[in-house]
């Protein structure tokens, strides 16, 4: 059972607000985040809870869908709706009966792309959407309710650092070796090798033969570990099918397995009506660290900080964040890479109010404004370049000279 309610989840805002908007809503990311906990902690006087992770249930929902509805009437929160998606048509159904009446249908799905589809075609209007990844640093910290999307405002950053206090670069690693998966998290006991072992292979039994029969399940898990050991890295299909002894046709449709399952996300590059090269390839990053550094097979924390992958690691950590800090308050993150044929590079840019801000994530706690030197090369389109902050593992929020800033990682 998922213990997630230790936490308050800074995306409960949303749902709240999004159930006063829209007669149904959809809170999707992979299995064991934290979804069924964070709606059932939640759930509206009247409103039952059923889950589709019951094949009795699932099945029933799938072979008389509307009979299923007039069985379990709303308000209810449906969990694991991708096991009968045939119910979203007798949704749409039910919905257009009321048009008026909001918060009738509460959904999660662990397959957010797989849905969606069906999603656009039959509730297209009628539903609000939000991803839910596992738990933020500021959740953890108990810091729920005032965490905001990352903005490089110095005020906003200032108010960051007041609420999310930094930590050394030992305790900034436990972190991210641990990850943020609740059964991890909530159970100071819990062993991270038997948790994610038991983890993937109910992914694998479910959440992946569900999507795409796959015959060879060795040659799978093969492609995940090549895949996690190239976090933070240009997504490389032939490499990656090279290590799993696959077809690169195979390790895109895998790929796109574990993008549809939540388990990773792929960095698109910055791009702008130029002549400039620039690059084609998307950034591979696993969505929790914790599950990237067992599979990845790093044993400790200290293993981990002190090893090859230390540095890629840091980086996954923060896209994490980065992206969490939007995520969970209903935004799309506007993020991206910039890399050129010169070899001229920076990290992430987020792009907000026709401007771009360079983020370059550094190891060491004393950067110089040179670690933002890529900036400089990168094509401005129609946008303002500001002048960058670099991540890194300092305690304090310190200016670099020209605008940049330099900001703790650890406070993210």
């Known amino acids: 059972m998922e213990t997630s309610y230790l936490y308050p989840r800074t995306i409960a805002t949303e749902v709240a607000e999004l159930s006063r908007s829209f007669p149904c ?102 539903i609000g959407i939000l991803d839910l990844y596992t738990f933020s640093q500021s959740e953890l910290t108990g810091k729920a309710a005032e965490a905001k999307p990352f903005s490089c405002d110095v005020a906003d950053m200032n108010e960051r650092l007041r609420t999310n206090e930094p930590c050394d670069i030992s305790s900034l690693y436990e972190r991210i070796w641990r990850g ?72 895109k449709r895998w790929i796109s397995i574990l993008e549809t399952s939540g388990i990773i996300n792929l960095l698109p590059p910055y791009y702008v009506n130029t002549t400039k090269r620039l690059a084609k390839s998307p950034k591979l990053y696993f969505m929790d660290t914790g599950f990237c550094s067992w599979i990845t097979g790093w044993s400790t924390p200290e293993q981990l900080m002190n090893g090859a992958q230390s540095g890629a690691i840091l980086e996954t950590w923060v896209y994490g964040q980065l992206c969490r800090s939007f995520t969970n308050r209903g935004v799309m993150p506007r993020l991206s890479y910039f890399r050129n044929s010169n070899g001229a590079e920076v990290d992430f840019l987020i792009e907000k109010d026709n401007c771009i801000y360079p983020l370059e994530v550094k190891r060491g706690s004393s950067p110089s404004i040179s670690a933002l030197k890529g900036v400089a090369a990168i094509p401005p389109g129609n946008a303002e370049i500001k002048p960058g902050v670099v991540l890194c593992t300092a305690l304090d929020f310190l200016p670099l000279g020209k605008g940049a800033y330099a900001f703790p990682i650890s406070a993210l």
């Open 25 to 126: 809503v959809l809170v999707t990311g992979a299995r064991q985040v934290g979804k069924s906990t964070l709606l059932q902690s939640m759930l509206p006087q009247g409103m039952k809870y059923i889950t589709l992770d019951d094949y009795r249930l699932a099945e029933q929902a799938k072979s008389d869908p509307i009979g299923f509805l007039e069985l379990y009437q709303p308000p209810l929160c449906i969990d694991e709706i991708q096991y009968a998606p045939e119910l979203l048509r007798a949704i749409k159904l039910r919905v257009d009966a009321e048009p008026r009446r909001k918060g009738m249908f509460w959904l999660t799905g662990s397959q957010r792309f797989h849905l969606m589809q069906g999603v656009s075609e039959s509730l297209a209007g009628r």
């Open 180 to 251: 943020g998966y609740p059964g991890i998290v909530c159970d100071a006991a819990a062993k991270p090798e038997a948790y994610f072992s038991a983890y993937l292979q109910t992914y694998l039994e479910r959440d992946v033969q569900s999507l795409q029969q796959v015959g060879d399940r060795g040659a799978f898990v093969a492609l995940m570990k090549s895949a996690a050991a190239r976090t933070g890295q240009q997504l490389v299909y032939s490499d990656i099918a090279r290590d799993a002894d696959v077809s690169v046709n195979t390790a």
